[in-house]
């Protein structure tokens, strides 16, 4: 009886399932080292494999699948194995991991210490055997390890005072700033920060043993830092003095700001008290500068003189730095001669010039008034022989604010009169 034409075939089958080879590899555990680990530390897997036959893993081994927050450092392995490093993969390969054997491989790697700044949370690393061979047993592969991350926990505050508030002008601002670490862990790379625009003269401060800072030149910006590596829970108080300087804040009232914070690296659990603007008034004194004045005669006949009596009343509430009236006229007059109150410096033009001048006082009191006298000549070379109205204004100004600059000027405008008329009607 002949054989079926399909018998060699049905051998050939038989025989290549008895050449093919298996390899059960086992990933036997995991153990992340250590659990808990602080941000920006190294975590190490010690990761075992077994084969467990029947016969040696072609290539075989481990792959491990690292998390994305860590970063592979080192790695070691029993010999006969060759390691590979890919991002944050990494294999462990034995060109033929024999049956029955098992090997033991170390991974290290650091997490992120951005992290640090994170609440606490954990990662996931992935292991799973590496080669060529049929595994027969895959339920055993993969082993995932969830190791968790400890920030440390950390609440930091400033508050601060000023005074005093309201400030006067070239007055000293201190500030009493009290910076408080809640806890409950250790703050690290912390930062205490003054900044101001400008509007401000740096003087001086004063910190707690153990930080430093930026060092100032005396009338800079108050613009610093001052930095303690590790700041324990506890209250930390520091003092900053500074200038309101009038030749940077001007003579009106307004406000002038600083502002404050506290930075350091660590699971900030309330950021809504790191920091804190600091609002002081700024006050001026008050100067309420008047002019009154009057011409004699009015008409007058051109020529002939004319006196301006001129008033300056400081109606307070505070004393007038550097009070000056200042007179203008467009040149249709000439200086004759100024009577001006004790204690007044005058700037005058010379006889026959325009009379264009400022009397000024370094200090007038509140309630005072100044009388002056101003004479001045009608000339028809400037007028014409027919005459016409000339004007001649009269100002007052201090360095101190004017809280009414409406009644600090004066304009008199006086009628020339010809001298033709008057001969036509008096001579005969």
Same mark, same amino acid.
């Given at each position: 009886?002949?054989?079926?034409?399909?018998?060699?075939?049905?051998?050939?089958?038989?025989?290549?399932?008895?050449?093919?080879?298996?390899?059960?590899?086992?990933?036997? +555990?995991?153990v992340?080292?250590?659990? !808990?680990?602080?941000?920006?530390?190294?975590?190490?897997?010690?990761?075992?494999?077994?084969?467990?036959?029947?016969?040696?893993?072609?290539?075989?081994?481990?792959?491990?699948? /690292?998390?994305?927050?860590?970063?592979?450092?080192?790695?070691?392995?029993?010999?006969?194995?060759?390691?590979?490093?890919?991002?944050?993969?990494?294999?462990?390969?034995?060109?033929?991991?024999?049956?029955?054997?098992?090997?033991?491989?170390?991974?290290?790697?650091?997490?992120?210490?951005?992290?640090?700044?994170?609440?606490?949370?954990?990662?996931?690393?992935?292991?799973?055997?590496?080669?060529?061979?049929?595994? !027969?047993?895959?339920?055993?592969? $993969?082993?995932?390890?969830? *190791?968790?991350?400890?920030?440390?926990?950390?609440?930091? +505050?400033?508050?601060?005072?000023? *005074?005093?508030?309201?400030?006067?002008?070239?007055?000293?601002?201190?500030?009493?700033? =009290?910076?408080? =670490?809640?806890?409950?862990?250790?703050?690290?790379?912390?930062?205490?920060?003054?900044?101001?625009?400008?509007?401000?003269?740096?003087?001086?401060?004063?910190? !707690?043993?153990?930080?430093?800072?930026?060092?100032?030149?005396?009338?800079a910006?108050p613009?610093?830092?001052?930095?303690?590596?590790l700041?324990?829970?506890?209250?930390?108080?520091? +003092?900053?003095?500074? $200038?309101?300087?009038?030749?940077? $804040?001007?003579l009106?009232?307004?406000?002038? &700001?600083?502002?404050?914070?506290?930075?350091?690296?660590?699971?900030?659990?309330?950021q809504?008290?790191?920091?804190?603007?600091?609002?002081?008034?700024?006050?001026? !004194?008050?100067?309420?500068?008047?002019?009154?004045?009057?011409? /004699?005669?009015?008409?007058?006949?051109?020529?002939?003189? /004319?006196?301006? &009596?001129?008033?300056?009343?400081?109606?307070?509430?505070?004393?007038?730095?550097?009070?000056?009236l200042?007179m203008?006229?467009?040149?249709?007059?000439?200086?004759?001669?100024?009577?001006?109150?004790?204690?007044?410096?005058?700037?005058?033009?010379?006889?026959?010039?325009?009379?264009?001048?400022?009397?000024?006082i370094?200090?007038?009191?509140?309630?005072?008034?100044?009388?002056?006298?101003? *004479?001045?000549?009608?000339?028809v070379?400037?007028?014409?022989?027919?005459?016409?109205?000339?004007? +001649?204004?009269?100002?007052?100004?201090?360095?101190?604010?004017?809280?009414?600059?409406?009644?600090?000027?004066?304009?008199?405008?006086?009628?020339?009169?010809?001298?033709?008329?008057?001969?036509?009607?008096?001579?005969?």
């Amino acid at each position: 009886m002949s054989m079926p034409n399909s018998l060699p075939l049905v051998l050939l089958l038989l025989a290549g399932v008895a050449m093919a080879q298996s390899a059960d590899q086992e990933v036997v +555990s995991v153990v992340a080292a250590p659990d !808990p680990v602080v941000p920006g530390q190294n975590v190490t897997y010690t990761v075992t494999v077994r084969n467990n036959g029947p016969d040696a893993a072609v290539n075989g081994g481990i792959n491990a699948a /690292l998390s994305g927050l860590l970063t592979p450092i080192s790695h070691s392995a029993p010999a006969g194995f060759t390691c590979y490093v890919s991002g944050t993969n990494l294999s462990c390969l034995h060109p033929a991991f024999p049956s029955g054997s098992t090997a033991v491989i170390s991974i290290v790697a650091r997490l992120a210490d951005a992290q640090v700044n994170f609440p606490d949370g954990t990662f996931t690393s992935n292991f799973a055997p590496s080669g060529t061979t049929i595994d !027969p047993i895959p339920g055993n592969n $993969l082993r995932s390890v969830t *190791t968790a991350w400890d920030s440390p926990q950390i609440d930091l +505050s400033v508050a601060v005072e000023d *005074t005093p508030d309201p400030v006067g002008p070239d007055q000293f601002i201190s500030y009493a700033l =009290h910076a408080t =670490h809640a806890g409950p862990d250790t703050a690290t790379n912390v930062n205490v920060n003054v900044y101001n625009n400008g509007t401000l003269r740096f003087q001086s401060i004063t910190a !707690p043993a153990g930080f430093t800072c930026t060092p100032l030149a005396v009338g800079a910006a108050p613009i610093l830092t001052c930095s303690k590596p590790l700041l324990t829970p506890g209250n930390y108080d520091f +003092s900053v003095v500074v $200038l309101a300087d009038d030749a940077v $804040l001007g003579l009106n009232d307004g406000t002038v &700001q600083t502002a404050f914070g506290v930075t350091a690296t660590g699971n900030e659990i309330n950021q809504a008290n790191n920091s804190e603007t600091e609002t002081t008034a700024y006050v001026t !004194p008050d100067a309420d500068l008047a002019i009154a004045s009057i011409d /004699l005669p009015d008409p007058v006949i051109v020529g002939q003189s /004319l006196q301006y &009596q001129v008033t300056m009343n400081h109606l307070g509430p505070d004393a007038a730095v550097d009070a000056t009236l200042n007179m203008y006229n467009n040149g249709s007059l000439r200086f004759q001669q100024m009577l001006a109150p004790p204690g007044f410096v005058c700037t005058l033009p010379p006889v026959g010039a325009a009379p264009i001048f400022s009397c000024r006082i370094a200090s007038m009191a509140a309630g005072s008034s100044a009388d002056f006298v101003i *004479t001045v000549l009608t000339d028809v070379n400037l007028i014409g022989e027919l005459g016409g109205v000339v004007s +001649s204004s009269f100002g007052a100004t201090a360095n101190t604010e004017d809280p009414g600059n409406a009644n600090n000027i004066e304009v008199e405008s006086t009628l020339i009169l010809a001298d033709l008329l008057f001969r036509n009607g008096f001579e005969g």
